[in-house]
T-cell receptor
């Protein structure tokens, strides 16, 4: 069964360092998303990406964050200068929804980012 | 008022019980309603999605949406210990980001 894969599963980084979280969405999907979940809190939308550009972003997704689809398969989230409060589980998701409603988004297993 | 309200539980039931999970919401523009299951330290797994009002059934799971009351439900029949997880409601509309509820932790005791 096709699935969204994320690497690494756990990343520890020092405050102020740059991190890149990687995702391989399901191959025939067109919409890609990043979410985060701080421990014990709800899943929060960060950004959606379609046709090689950001289609929507939340207030969390500030200038420290960027996304990229560097090739036909990978979808990355970069945090330029990590802060302690960036520590969270980051989930990548993808969907085929033509209307972008994200109705059937499939999630990866997540990358646990720990900023020390 | 929060956009999506969901009781975090925990909800503990015996094996075989019928489980009812619910969310309320405030934004009448929401059209798409989803239920996800999340096991500890794993990604959310889509269980059900419904467009607009009505019921949808899939095996032991039934999703209900009442847009007039801004209330959605997920029913689990013949609950099993393997159903023990956190259940997240989520909703969106065309052009809107998806909003998740806080999740309800469910424990099904053997």
């Amino acid at each position: 069964e096709p699935e969204v894969t994320q690497t690494p599963s756990h990343q520890v980084t020092q405050m102020g360092q740059e991190v890149i979280l990687r995702c391989v969405p399901i191959s025939n999907h067109l919409y890609f998303y990043w979410y985060r979940q701080i421990l014990g809190q709800k899943v929060e939308f960060l950004v959606s990406f379609y046709n090689n550009e950001i289609s929507e972003k939340s207030e969390i997704f500030d200038d420290q964050f960027s996304v990229e689809r560097p090739d036909g398969s990978n979808f990355t989230l970069k945090i330029r200068s990590t802060k302690l409060e960036d520590s969270a589980m980051y989930f990548c998701a993808s969907s085929t929804s033509r209307d972008g409603s994200n109705t059937e988004a499939f999630f990866g297993q997540g990358t646990r980012l720990t900023v020390v | 008022q929060k956009e999506v309200e969901q009781d975090p539980g925990p909800l503990s039931v015996p094996e075989g019980a019928i489980v009812s999970l619910n969310c309320t919401y405030s934004n009448s523009a929401f059209q798409y309603f989803m239920w996800y299951r999340q096991y500890s330290r794993k990604g959310p797994e889509l269980l059900m999605y419904t467009y607009s009002s009505g019921n949808k059934e899939d095996g032991r799971f039934t999703a209900q949406v009442d847009k007039s009351s801004k209330y959605i439900s997920l029913f689990i029949r013949d609950s099993q210990p393997s159903d023990s997880a956190t259940y997240l409601c989520a909703m969106s509309a065309r052009g809107f980001k998806t909003i998740f509820g806080a999740g309800t932790r469910l424990f099904v005791k053997a």
